[in-house]
């Protein structure tokens, strides 16, 4: 089992930019999906974007323009670009992978269990 380690989070004013990392215990080459999450206070964990072993990507209306999620299989690392962070932004980030696109937006059956997360907080 691949073990995940968020981090990049921090306390930044609104529209600011962070970019989160997520470090593999292995390659992840052989992944085929690995995806950013994020649960605000109160609410559930929602599905935020994913990319595929060929580098497709999809995000969710809410962070699309926003959010670029990317990977770099060499340093067995994703990364979430975050631009124009807004207060609603505020949340604790998570990565995971998955086996398909589906089951990533889904949030069904992660390969990996999911870990502590990075704090976001976007306030002025």
């Known amino acids: 089992q691949v073990q995940l380690v968020e981090s990049g989070g921090g306390l930044v004013q609104p529209g600011g930019s962070l970019r989160l990392s997520c470090v593999a215990s292995?390659?992840?080459?052989?992944?085929?999906?690995m995806g950013w999450y994020r649960r605000a206070p109160g609410k559930q964990r929602e599905w935020l974007a994913v990319?595929?072993?060929?580098?497709?990507?999809y995000h969710a209306d809410s962070v699309k323009g926003r959010f670029t999620i990317s990977r770099d299989n060499n340093k067995n690392t994703v990364y979430l670009q975050m631009n124009s962070l807004k207060p609603e932004d505020t949340a604790v980030y998570y990565c995971?992978?998955?086996?398909?696109?589906?089951?990533?937006?889904?949030?069904?059956?992660?390969?990996?269990?999911w870990g502590q997360g990075t704090q976001v907080t976007v306030s002025s």
């Open positions: 990319i595929d072993r060929d580098g497709s990507t």
């Open positions: 292995r390659s992840i080459f052989s992944i085929s999906v």
């Open positions: 995971n992978a998955f086996t398909t696109i589906g089951a990533a937006t889904r949030m069904d059956s992660a390969v990996s269990s």
